[in-house]
């Protein structure tokens, strides 16, 4: 089963062609559509499992797609950052089961079989950006995950929510423009759009600017895409206004692909070697400084617990990006883990906050007093969260700090090591206010007291999620050790 | 005397009992007040049980220990019991458990019962893990659990008062807390994963600026905790704010783990000699002999009664960390010495704040004129505590004062006596006068609510906690040099260090 070859295909095809289906399915019965996404998560995630068993046996491993050889072909290459397909697939099945009750209410009935469709065409997006080989394709598939993000912040058709979308189109499409310019100019230069091939090409190219120039386009239009700091102003509105499932998926996963566009780079361009990074590295890390100290400082303003969540979302990015520019062994692992624990994180958040909304129709922190007497479990599982987020031992986002801080030292940089965990403490006033409003004031609404828990479809995940920010603290070891070969890989040359 | 390893599963049982008590118990309990007083009472005396259990094998020269689990590649959880951690476990159970048995009586007509007692017994699973780490990262772990989750027993009463004094706790405690976490990965990255033992984890090959910098990192941070002054602001505030079982252990314990912390990095991380090489200990007595007349002279002003006693927690923990800063030995074991002595002083002194807070309505040193005659047991008690904590022999306060004592004249620094009397004639003039108010002054003109002639002693569950801290009090000074008390304990830990 694991060796069979074509599952890196089908993780791609499964959930595009569902997406396709998704209107005609539900055609007669608005019910089947979010049954039928669930149905086509289920077996994505099944080839997802596979191909993660196999990397893990076998190690890195590539596919060619139709058969043509590299670098004429496309290929699609699956290494252990790759991996991330893992946490793709499960908040994506976990937004799509927590949607089931939540946009029957928040969306129009008639464009409900779309919302499922661009759910699903934003996760193959996002699984085909991890997996591919290829620096078109990963134009291509980029561009598919943030169209359809575009159509799901706006989808519930407020006013607002249109206001955001196009201020998230702007910024997107402006960015996309640039990466694919820069694609071409490494085309230009090098013949070739595989990334591996390219990547040994580029060491001996003579004429360094055109180079230059095209990494210098691409990574400034990937930190729009993954909103550090000062290009990050799409993104609070944009999260905070999106149904709550899909705010799960864009924070948690969507901004994400900026970064690990990002990694991509960085691994080309350290194939390389022959290419001074110091430059990018210190860019990052400083952005990444500010972007963790500015989220925090924003975030502790807002009232709104979605654009709270949202401007958190910066600073756990700037952790990430302050990782990757650290370029020591320690910092990188610490930043790709994190990438998927935050995920993690930032979903049950979101989830939670979700499901708050739709029990109480309340979402200021000042309306939701009282909360936590009402919907304990929930309140429970976003304290978990916001323990996990601020990085306390032993939970999911303590490993990343210990290992983005330690890299601060091993790269010569204990100064940043500072940044982080400060800044974490920054972190921790804001959320503080959340749990005081859930628990320890009295409510502004004594009505609130009477609504219960969410329904099982919104609880199960929210629940799932918050155990596994604790159980991800506590096995920390298993992402950190699986990703360490890969990594060493990466520095080693 | 060679300490011997011995593998063993009991000391994460230490943690795992109070856990079992707060996720189980509680829950299962919701509706029964009874049952869940008798449940964590068991649970707690079981804690207590398993900490006694490892002292006979430790004074034996064995060390216990527990591989956890791998938290990272390279780093596991890892519990070890020495004579410094078996000292503060035993401590911390046993004042835990009066606390509780205190808390069925302090709590009956409380709100969130359920939500105290969970996050009370799980605060005893944290601090009997920091008791017991056994490297750097355990140590942390517990360490913050046990900063952060007691939050919702700071502002427990959900008062704004509370609400503030929780918001000023978590932050000083935050700051205290990053402080630690970047002196621990810095030790990490230059000694790597190392066992807390008496050796030290560096050395000076790593550099002299990288270590001042660890030394600082650490002795802020857990100054915060300890509340050394200038860092101790949240100590005066959260005491009060606090349910009385709950300042007890906050102030006999949870700042003590400060303490426990500043010992662990001066003895285990450094050690003795890199220590006196790098001539950083002088600054570090400077500030613990300044804590501990600031913060008594301070004290003699408070009227408010728990208020006075947190600035007294602060003085008496600066002692702690003026007997490490001395580096001898003598020193050392008054410091050890005086964080179990001091926990059962101050916590007889909480509890019969509590009692007078609950059954007297008196919050006020002022309102305090006459009162022992209503309450001739509670004030037995607080007479004894406060008796101990000026250092009157035979009591234990006196035990630990000797041992200071002798170690400042062993290290040459006969100054400090002067300090050290100094702090105990200011604890004079802050306990003092209460006691002979409560006896020898004539009562408040007639109570509005109660005719002045009552009774006003609590229930059995309330007052037995109270007399059963002060006779503690009282064996720790008359049976000190019994073996098996906290001074063999002390005496074995410091000859570990110094030899």
């Known amino acids: 089963m694991v060796s069979w070859p074509h599952w890196i295909i089908v993780a791609i095809i499964m959930p595009m062609a569902g997406a396709v289906l998704t209107p005609i399915v539900s055609r ?65 099945w976990l937004a799509l089961l927590f949607s089931y009750h939540y946009v029957a209410e928040s969306i129009p009935k008639p464009r409900i079989p779309y919302y499922y469709t661009l759910v699903l065409l934003n996760l193959t997006g996002m699984i085909g950006f991890v997996m591919t080989g290829d620096l078109f394709n990963l134009y291509v598939f980029m561009e598919i995950l943030s169209l359809s993000a575009y159509a799901l912040v706006a989808v519930s058709g407020e006013r607002v929510a249109e206001m955001a979308a196009f201020k998230y189109l702007v910024m997107g499409a402006v960015s996309s423009l640039i990466i694919l310019f820069s694609i071409g100019l490494l085309y230009a230069v090098t013949g070739s759009l595989n990334m591996a091939d390219i990547s040994t090409r580029l060491a001996g190219i003579e004429s360094r600017l055109p180079v230059m120039l095209a990494l210098a386009g691409m990574a400034m ?46 691994q080309i361009f350290y194939g390389a070697g022959t290419y001074e990074l110091a430059g990018l590295n210190t860019t990052l890390i400083w952005l990444g400084a500010i972007s963790i100290i500015m989220g925090a400082f924003f975030a502790i303003f807002q009232e709104d617990i979605k654009m709270m969540l949202a401007y958190s979302t910066i600073s756990n990015v700037g952790y990430i990006v302050m990782g990757l520019g650290l370029a020591s062994q320690y910092g990188i692992i610490g930043a790709t883990v994190h990438i998927f624990n935050h995920a993690l994180i930032k979903a049950t958040l979101f989830l939670g906050a979700g499901a708050l909304m739709y029990k109480t129709g309340y979402r200021t922190l000042t309306d939701l007093r009282g909360v936590g007497k009402a919907m304990p479990l929930t309140s429970m599982a976003m304290s978990i969260g916001a323990i996990s987020i601020v990085g306390i031992p032993p939970t999911a986002g303590f490993l990343c700090k210990w290992y983005i801080a330690l890299g601060a030292f091993q790269a010569g940089q204990p100064a940043f090591g500072f940044a982080l965990v400060f800044g974490a403490l920054f972190i921790f006033i804001y959320y503080i206010r959340m749990v005081n409003s859930f628990y320890f004031q009295p409510p502004t609404h004594p009505e609130i007291l009477e609504v219960g828990e969410a329904p099982v479809s919104m609880l199960f995940p929210v629940l799932l999620l918050a155990a596994l920010c604790l159980v991800m603290g506590i096995l920390g070891r298993i992402p950190l050790s699986f990703i360490e070969p890969a990594v060493t890989r990466m520095l080693g040359g | 005397m060679d300490s011997q390893l011995t593998a063993s599963i009991i000391p994460p049982l230490a943690f795992l ?21 008798i449940g964590l009472s068991i649970t707690c005396l079981l804690t207590v049980v398993v900490a006694a259990g490892l002292i006979p094998g ?77 490297n750097l990262l355990t140590f942390l772990v517990f360490y913050e659990l046990f900063s952060i989750l007691t939050y919702p027993l700071v502002v427990h009463e959900e008062t704004p008062e509370a609400m503030a004094a929780g918001t000023k706790y978590i932050i000083y405690i935050l700051i205290g807390g990053s402080l630690v976490l970047l002196a621990i990965v810095f030790t990490f990255f230059l000694a790597g994963d190392q066992t807390l033992s008496t050796q030290g984890l560096l050395d000076m090959s790593m550099g002299k600026g990288n270590l001042l910098a660890i030394f600082w990192c650490f002795l802020v941070g857990f100054g915060v905790k300890a509340a050394l002054v200038p860092l101790h602001g949240w100590v005066p505030d959260a005491h009060p704010a606090a349910p009385a079982p709950f300042s007890t252990v906050l102030s006999g314990v949870m700042v003590a783990a400060g303490s426990f912390g500043i010992m662990r990095v001066v003895f285990n ?15 570090v007595q400077y500030i613990a002999a300044f804590t501990v007349i600031f913060a008594a002279i301070l004290a003699v002003n408070q009227d408010n009664l728990k208020r006075r006693l947190a600035y007294s927690t ?55 004129r006459g009162i022992a005659k209503r309450m001739p047991v509670t004030m037995g008690a607080f007479a004894v505590a406060a008796l101990a904590m000026i250092g009157t022999p035979p009591l234990s306060g006196f035990v630990s004062k000797w041992y200071l004592g002798l170690g400042m004249l062993d290290v040459d620094k006969p100054v400090y006596l002067a300090v050290l009397l100094g702090g105990a004639l200011l604890a004079a003039v802050y306990l003092l006068p209460i006691v002979y108010a409560a006896y020898f002054k004539e009562p408040i003109p007639a109570g509005d609510i109660t005719p002045a002639d009552k009774k006003l002693e609590a229930p059995l569950s309330m007052l037995l906690p109270a007399v059963a801290a002060a006779a503690i009090t009282l064996i720790l000074g008359l049976a000190a040099s019994a073996p098996g008390m906290p001074l063999s304990l002390a005496r074995l830990a410091a000859k570990l260090a110094f030899h």
């Open chain 1, 28 to 92: 007669k019965n608005d019910k089947a559509a979010p049954v039928w996404a669930l149905f086509i998560m289920s077996l994505t995630s099944l080839a997802a499992l596979f191909l993660i068993v196999r990397v893990a046996q076998e190690g890195p491993f590539s596919y060619l797609v139709g058969g043509w050889a590299r670098p004429y072909g496309i290929e699609l290459h699956f290494d252990e950052f790759s991996a991330s397909i893992g946490i793709i697939c499960l908040i994506g």
């Open chain 1, 221 to 266: 239009a990937l930190m729009v895409k993954a909103a550090i700091f000062p290009l990050h102003i799409w993104l609070p509105d944009a999260h905070a206004i999106a149904p709550s499932p899909v705010s799960a998926i864009l924070s948690g996963l969507v901004v994400k692909t900026g970064v690990f566009g990002l990694l991509r780079v960085y």
């Open chain 2, 17 to 37: 009992i109070p856990i079992l008590g707060a996720v189980v118990v509680v829950p299962l309990t919701r509706t029964s007040e009874r049952w869940r007083a």
């Open chain 2, 58 to 134: 430790v004074l034996d020269g064995q060390v216990y220990e527990t591989y956890l689990l791998r938290l990272t590649p390279r780093i596991w959880m890892y519990m070890r019991v020495d004579a410094m951690g078996a000292l503060f476990g035993i401590t911390a159970s046993t004042l835990w458990l009066l606390a509780l048995i205190y808390s069925t009586g302090y709590m009956a007509d409380e709100h969130r019962k359920s939500r105290y007692y969970a996050f009370f017994s799980l605060s005893l699973a944290w601090t009997m893990g920091v008791a017991y780490s056994g």
């Open chain 2, 269 to 283: 991380v450094f050690g003795v000699s890199l220590l006196s090489e790098l001539g950083v200990m002088q600054y």
């Open chain 2, 314 to 368: 602060i003085s008496q923990m600066g002692y702690v960390a003026l007997g490490v800063s001395l580096l001898g030995e003598q020193a050392m074991i008054g410091a050890l010495v005086h964080i179990s002595n001091h926990a059962f002083m101050k916590g007889t002194l909480f509890l019969c704040a509590g009692l007078l807070i609950k059954h007297a309505g008196i919050h006020r040193v002022s309102e305090m």
